[in-house]
């Protein structure tokens, strides 16, 4: 995989993942199959300054190997490999029940190609060019998904919970209407909560668009919801992260 021009993390390159990295990462073991050893240096050496175990293996072959053996939390696959395509090491994966979320980087961007991708069995897929900040809060949202399913039924940040059930929202016990997006906004926060959320993580998992409108949709739908969950209590929870995107948190 060539990264390009501002695609990788160029080297001592940390600032990204101090920013992005606050959650749970110290325990996360991931692998890295990329087959240009460059962009893999700085890629794995950025996670690795996130507090996060990466390996790497350089072909599709290889990467198949690890990936079968080591038990990752989280695998980050270029599509494009020497000896075995990327979809093809996550298809042949799934057939022999290793469940470990992946991710696909690739410069195919196309919705048909991102479609592709995930019906391979690729959980989550982030185009060329693209910010490592993002790179590394997307593989936060995976490792977590892995061995944690969805059967928390209630999601609660401070005295904030929100019951996926019934879809009522209260905090402090009082309850706070919401409109529907406004709710699938919240829902998928307070689902990723402690972590940030870019505004294409938001484009794609709460308005399912797979390109940027170019639109302030997203700003004005979280001022809406920090007005209702905010407005009556002395604690903020819903927190812009600069540069970055949003974050659900309990300061304490």
């Given amino acids: 995989m060539h990264t390009g021009q501002g695609q990788a993390p160029q080297p001592g390159d940390s600032g990204c993942a101090q920013t992005t990295a606050g959650g749970n990462v110290a325990h996360m073991k991931i692998l890295v199959i990329e087959d240009d050893l460059e962009a893999a240096a700085y890629i794995t050496k950025a996670f690795r300054e996130a507090g996060i175990v990466a390996d790497h293996a350089s072909d599709g072959e290889s990467g198949l190997f690890m990936g079968s053996e080591n038990g990752y939390d989280v695998m980050v696959v270029d599509r494009m490999l020497p000896r075995r ?54 593989v936060e949202v995976l490792g977590r998904r892995k061995g944690k399913p969805e059967q928390d039924m ?30 699938r906004l919240l829902e998928y926060l307070m689902k990723n909560a402690g972590q940030v959320v870019t505004r294409t993580m938001l484009l794609e998992n709460v308005w399912d668009y797979h390109f940027d409108p170019q639109t302030n949709v997203i700003d004005v739908h979280v001022s809406r919801l920090r007005s209702k969950i905010e407005k009556d209590f002395d604690k903020p929870l819903l927190k812009t992260v600069r540069g970055a995107g949003y974050m659900m948190k309990d300061e304490g």
Avoid: C, M, W
Wanted: proline share 6%; net charge negative; charged share 30%.
């Fill in 154 to 183: 209630v999601y609660r940040v401070g005295d904030l919970e929100l019951d996926r059930l019934s879809h009522e929202v209260r905090r402090a016990g009082k309850e706070i209407p919401l409109q529907p997006r406004e709710y």
């Fill in 85 to 138: 395509d990327g979809l093809s090491v996550i298809s042949e994966l799934r057939k022999r029940g290793v469940d470990t979320p992946v991710l696909i980087l690739s410069a195919l961007g196309q919705v048909d190609d991102r479609v592709t991708g995930l019906r391979a069995g690729g959980d989550d897929y982030l185009p060329k060019p693209y910010a490592f900040s993002e790179l590394l809060a997307r």
